[in-house]
């Protein structure tokens, strides 16, 4: 009896295994199959302003109209597809050789003579720029227009959309899973931190001083670092007044811009600032425009400088 009994739940464990063996074979498959049919031309995709954007085969000639756009295809592999950046690239050196094609304002002519198989637009730049992307669509160029990314997970989907769109979904997914991977370390390090600091973010100088106040991607990296912005009550870009900063007195003031030559130092020396905690501890810190706020992969350098100047303690080790 007793052998009998070994017997049956051995049977049952055998058909267990090779249940769950199948379950796993099926979810491969279906995995594998979703990437293939994700990265099969010809294949249509909706923009971020609900244009319908057919692909025949993989772009060869690709315009990028915004660096966030660039910084993306160059980390996808795409240098020579790239045949057009705009006028203010500044990453990778790459980006700084490829034909110019005008700033916010572009050049449709310029980008009509390139022949493109695809522009990658930004839906940042469409209120100012919808009649000439109109223009390229009526002259038969594929336009596509990259969401405006209001936080990593959306930065995320960016990246894998224009992987998928040019054939690169592997890629894409691979730098995805790489800052993911990066952003988690990060936080670990600044959640073991005692004591939550208050932050000011500076993003021009005076007369006029802007900052980032809520809904704002510099509201999402202090969130994600364990921050508090002391902006966090007012919305979107704000303008600030210096007695206010004062007032509001925070641990650490963090500098975004690099158009004035030792913004630090004179910030440091501005009138009723020396009461302010962060001039006191000297945690006044510039940090890269360009990382802290382009939508691509250099993202998570941002998220890191940023996190070292605010909980520089964290990463002492």
Same mark, same amino acid.
């Given at each position: 009896?007793?052998?009998?009994?070994?017997?049956?739940?051995?049977?049952?464990?055998?058909?267990?295994?090779?249940?769950?063996?199948?379950?796993?074979?099926?979810?491969?498959?279906?995995?594998?199959?979703?990437?293939?049919?994700?990265?099969?031309?010809?294949?249509?995709?909706?923009?971020?302003?609900?244009?319908?954007?057919?692909?025949?085969?993989?772009?060869?000639?690709?315009?990028?109209?915004?660096?966030?756009?660039?910084?993306?295809?160059?980390?996808?592999?795409?240098?020579?597809?790239?045949?057009?950046?705009?006028?203010?690239?500044?990453?990778?050196?790459?980006?700084?050789?490829?034909?110019?094609?005008?700033?916010?304002?572009?050049?449709?002519?310029?980008?009509?003579?390139?022949?493109?198989?695809?522009?990658?637009?930004?839906?940042?730049?469409?209120?100012?720029?919808?009649?000439?992307?109109?223009?390229?669509?009526?002259?038969?160029?594929?336009?596509?227009?990259?969401?405006?990314?209001?936080?990593?997970?959306?930065?995320?989907?960016?990246?894998?959309?224009?992987?998928?769109?040019?054939?690169?979904?592997?890629?894409?997914?691979?730098?995805?899973?790489?800052?993911?991977?990066? &952003? /988690?370390? @990060?936080?670990?390090? =600044?959640?073991?931190?005692?004591?939550?600091? *208050? !932050?000011?973010?500076?993003?021009? %100088?005076?007369?006029?001083?802007?900052?980032?106040?809520?809904?704002?991607?510099?509201?999402?990296?202090?969130?994600?670092?364990?921050?508090?912005?002391?902006?966090?009550?007012?919305?979107?870009?704000?303008?600030?007044?210096?007695?206010?900063?004062?007032?509001?007195?925070?641990?650490?003031?963090?500098?975004?811009?690099?158009? &004035? /030559?030792? @913004?630090?130092?004179? =910030?440091?020396?501005?009138?009723?600032?020396? *009461? !302010?905690?962060?001039?006191?501890? %000297?945690?006044?810190?510039?940090?890269?425009?360009?990382?802290?706020?382009?939508?691509?992969?250099?993202?998570?350098?941002?998220?890191?400088?940023?996190?070292?100047?605010?909980?520089?303690?964290?990463?002492?080790?």
């Amino acid at each position: 009896m007793k052998k009998r009994w070994l017997i049956a739940v051995m049977a049952v464990l055998l058909l267990v295994g090779c249940a769950q063996e199948e379950t796993k074979k099926v979810e491969s498959t279906e995995t594998e199959q979703s990437a293939s049919e994700n990265i099969e031309f010809p294949m249509t995709l909706t923009d971020a302003v609900g244009e319908e954007v057919t692909l025949e085969a993989a772009p060869e000639k690709i315009i990028s109209m915004i660096p966030s756009n660039t910084e993306i295809l160059f980390a996808l592999g795409l240098n020579e597809e790239i045949i057009g950046v705009n006028d203010f690239e500044s990453y990778p050196e790459e980006a700084l050789e490829k034909e110019k094609i005008g700033g916010m304002e572009f050049n449709v002519e310029k980008i009509l003579s390139l022949d493109p198989d695809i522009v990658f637009a930004h839906e940042s730049i469409v209120g100012m720029a919808e009649a000439g992307l109109q223009q390229l669509r009526d002259s038969n160029i594929l336009v596509y227009v990259v969401s405006d990314a209001k936080d990593f997970a959306e930065t995320y989907t960016t990246i894998e959309e224009m992987g998928r769109a040019t054939g690169k979904l592997k890629e894409a997914q691979k730098i995805v899973e790489d800052m993911k991977v990066k &952003v /988690e370390d @990060i936080q670990q390090k =600044v959640q073991k931190v005692e004591s939550k600091k *208050t !932050v000011f973010v500076e993003t021009s %100088d005076v007369p006029e001083i802007y900052t980032t106040g809520n809904g704002t991607f510099m509201q999402e990296i202090l969130n994600m670092l364990n921050a508090t912005n002391i902006m966090e009550d007012q919305e979107g870009w704000v303008k600030i007044d210096p007695e206010e900063i004062v007032s509001r007195n925070p641990d650490v003031m963090l500098i975004t811009y690099d158009y &004035v /030559e030792g @913004i630090v130092e004179q =910030v440091k020396q501005r009138d009723g600032f020396d *009461t !302010v905690t962060a001039i006191q501890n %000297d945690a006044v810190i510039q940090v890269n425009e360009d990382t802290t706020s382009r939508q691509g992969p250099r993202l998570v350098e941002g998220l890191e400088e940023v996190a070292k100047a605010i909980y520089p303690e964290a990463f002492s080790e």
